[in-house]
């Protein structure tokens, strides 16, 4: 059998199930392996199926799966060479997921800014200025720019729920 054919059917066999495959089984490596097996494993792997190699591939259909193999190989060397995506890695396939997704590298998302929580490009750029205004201390500026901010957007439950906020925090003030 010539390396193209054994090509081919690795490629066939593969592909179908490449989702399922984890990145340990896409590099043939036990999960406890040392990074230099690793890494040992993907530059085997790399050369062996490096796309280029099979220029001359006619099959269109099956050149782009050799090429999706390939990438999800790359995909699996960057994230187990790296010890902190490989332990969210790891933990992910505690979970039933094959593939690693940055996103849970941010456990936390990031914090919405107040003025997210409004549609309008102007009730916007106000609720911002509110909250830097607030943020200062000035509760009256800040009072002014959310009822600014209201008249341009009636119906927002958040900004009536800051509205109501400020103007207790203004009372307060008052009645020191």
Same mark, same amino acid.
């Given at each position: 059998?010539?390396? =193209? &054919?054994?090509?081919? $059917?690795?490629? +066939? !066999?593969?592909?179908?199930?490449? /989702? ?46 050799? =090429? &999706?193999?390939?990438? $999800?190989?790359? +995909? !699996?060397?960057?994230?187990?060479? /790296? ?94």
């Amino acid at each position: 059998m010539s390396r =193209v &054919e054994e090509i081919l $059917r690795f490629v +066939e !066999a593969t592909h179908p199930s490449l /989702d399922k495959r984890t990145y340990y089984e896409l590099l043939g490596v036990p999960k406890d392996s040392a990074p230099i097996v690793i890494q040992q494993a993907f530059y085997q792997r790399a050369a062996r199926l490096h796309p280029d190699r099979y220029f001359k591939l006619d099959d269109a259909h099956t050149r782009r799966k050799l =090429v &999706e193999i390939y990438a $999800r190989i790359g +995909e !699996a060397y960057k994230v187990l060479a /790296d010890p902190q995506k490989r332990a969210l890695y790891d933990r992910g396939l505690g979970e039933g997921k094959t593939r690693y997704v940055a996103a849970t590298e941010r456990e936390v998302k990031r914090p919405v800014a107040p003025e997210d929580n409004v549609s309008g490009r102007e009730a916007k750029r106000f609720v911002k200025l509110a909250f830097q205004q607030l943020i200062g201390g000035d509760l009256k500026g800040g009072l002014m720019n959310l009822r600014l901010a209201l008249s341009l957007e009636p119906g927002s439950e958040f900004i009536q729920t800051q509205i109501k906020q400020v103007e207790a925090q203004v009372a307060a003030k008052q009645a020191k």
